[in-house]
């Protein structure tokens, strides 16, 4: 039963306009979210963050929206760069809990073409 | 700055054999983590060590074993290598266990035949 869900395997976005990825999840106890960023042979790198109590949090041209009601969360990237072709993961953990409780998405895949 | 380094990097097993996985983190972190990414998945964790002198089992321990053996080092142990346990394996650390922040190493990739 996957509590997190990335339902894009891939995106592809031309270099300049902005990449929208969408992550989904199911248990209301989650109170915390996160993006993390992988390129191939690397390990994954936080990215971004945001809380429950907030609907939105920037950094950069990185920016993550919250949609409690809706159980949705998203990351706009806007301009797209090609450093941003990577496997992006949507990460969620629950009130009260540690990083022990992350539960991860599967990822998209996004392609910035030139 | 090193952060966390994984050791080795790849390796190819036979079935019934046993390794350890080696991870080290200079940045003082007190909790350390074990995940595991197999192709279409998400990362799962394996175990986890909240603090020096603990560990606990993550969603998928069967078959592993892990030794917090200082602050600094967290090791990833398999007894009887399955073709199952071929996966690329990540060790991460965080300042604590209550931050989602995690910092990664850069995975080993482990195939067992």
């Known amino acids: 039963d996957q509590q997190v869900k990335q339902n894009s395997p891939s995106l592809s976005v031309q270099e300049g306009r902005i990449s929208i990825l969408n992550c989904d999840y199911t248990n209301s106890m989650f109170d915390y979210f996160l993006w993390y960023k992988k390129y191939p042979a690397e390990g994954p790198t936080f990215l971004i963050s945001i809380s429950s109590i907030k609907d939105k949090n920037e950094d950069g041209r990185f920016t993550v929206f919250l949609n409690k009601s809706a159980k949705h969360l998203s990351l706009h990237i806007v301009p797209s760069q090609p450093g941003d072709s990577a496997v992006y993961f949507c990460?969620?953990?629950?009130?009260?809990?540690?990083?022990?409780?992350?539960?991860f998405g599967k990822g998209t895949h996004l392609i910035i073409q030139p | 700055n090193a952060g966390v380094t994984q050791t080795p990097k790849f390796q190819v097993l036979k079935t019934g054999q046993s390794m350890t996985l080696q991870c080290a983190q200079d940045?003082?972190?007190?909790?350390m983590y074990w995940y595991r990414q197999d192709p279409g998945m998400g990362l799962r964790l394996i175990y986890y060590s909240a603090s020096e002198g603990t560990t606990d089992k993550g969603e998928v321990p069967n078959g592993y074993n892990v030794s917090r053996l200082n602050k600094r080092e967290f090791s990833l142990r398999l007894e009887s290598a399955a073709p199952s346990q071929t996966s690329v394996y990540f060790c991460?650390?965080?300042?604590?266990?209550?931050?989602?922040?995690?910092?990664f190493g850069e995975g080993s990739r482990l195939t067992v035949l």
């Open positions: 991460a650390s965080s300042v604590g266990r209550r931050t989602g922040e995690l910092f």
């Open positions: 990460a969620a953990m629950g009130k009260g809990g540690g990083a022990d409780g992350l539960t």
């Open positions: 940045m003082n972190h007190n909790s």
